[in-house]
Each structure stands twice: as structure tokens, then as C-alpha cells.
């Protein structure tokens, strides 16, 4: 299968910065996107960010300006700069991909997820 694995997240005070990263691995044919979603307590997961393999990227309103996601095709990782962090982007953050999985699956797409990594910003 498709497996991500997460780091990089804590406890940060308003205005703080924090690096996430996410590393996928298993039966992958090919990675069309990936991206971060995040959950906080009571409401729905959101997109945050999220680029193709062709470089294309797209963030939620709430954080354009201040986070950046970027990619390393060779190691098949995602990262996500959170720069000038606030209270409100406390929450679980997921990373995401959406693949295309190896022969053994017959080339089908699939979507897998991360476990998840906690980011709690201080005020």
C-alpha cells in the first residue's frame, strides 16, 4: 500500500514559524499531488495547501502569504513553511496524496493519508 509518514510539528507562539514534513513510500507508480489538510476540534478537516507534480499550487485564503508548500520529487516528500502562525491555525495537520499505485494494484489511483501531526500555536 501507500504509506505517509509526518514530522515537524509542536508548540509555537503567535508569529512563530514551524516546518512540516511528509514522506510517502510503498507501492507507487506515480505521485500526481499531495498536499496538508488540517482539523481542528468540533470541525471539518480543510484543505490548506497543496501542489501537483507538475509544480501547481493552491492554499486556503487564511493562509496565503504566510505558508508555503514545496516538494522534492526524489525523496517524495511535501513540505509545508508555516510562517507568522497563529492561534487560529491550531490544529491536527494531515498530509495528503493522491497516487497512482504500482503494477501489484494495477495502476489504480488511490488517496492515502498521514496520521496526523498536532500544531498548537500560543497566544
Known amino acids: 500500500q501507500v504509506q505517509l509518514v509526518e514530522s515537524g510539528g509542536g508548540l509555537v507562539q503567535t508569529g512563530g514559524s514551524l516546518r512540516l514534513s511528509c514522506a510517502a513510500s510503498?507501492?507507487?507508480?506515480?505521485?500526481?499531488?499531495m498536499g496538508w489538510y488540517r482539523q481542528a476540534p468540533g470541525k471539518q478537516r480543510e484543505l490548506v495547501a497543496r501542489?501537483?507534480?507538475?509544480?501547481?499550487?493552491n492554499y486556503a485564503d487564511s493562509v496565503k502569504g504566510r505558508f508555503t508548500i514545496s516538494k522534492d520529487n526524489a525523496k517524495l516528500a511535501v513540505y509545508l513553511q508555516m510562517n507568522s502562525l497563529k492561534p487560529e491555525d491550531t490544529s491536527v495537520y494531515y498530509c495528503?496524496?493522491?497516487?497512482?499505485?504500482?503494477?501489484?494494484?494495477?495502476?489504480?489511483?488511490?488517496?492515502?493519508w498521514g496520521q496526523g501531526t498536532q500544531v498548537t500555536v500560543s497566544s
Open positions: 501542489i501537483t507534480s507538475g509544480g501547481s499550487t
Open positions: 510503498g507501492s507507487i507508480f506515480r505521485l500526481n499531488a
Open positions: 495528503n496524496a493522491d497516487v497512482i499505485r504500482s503494477a501489484t494494484y494495477a495502476y489504480t489511483p488511490y488517496t492515502s
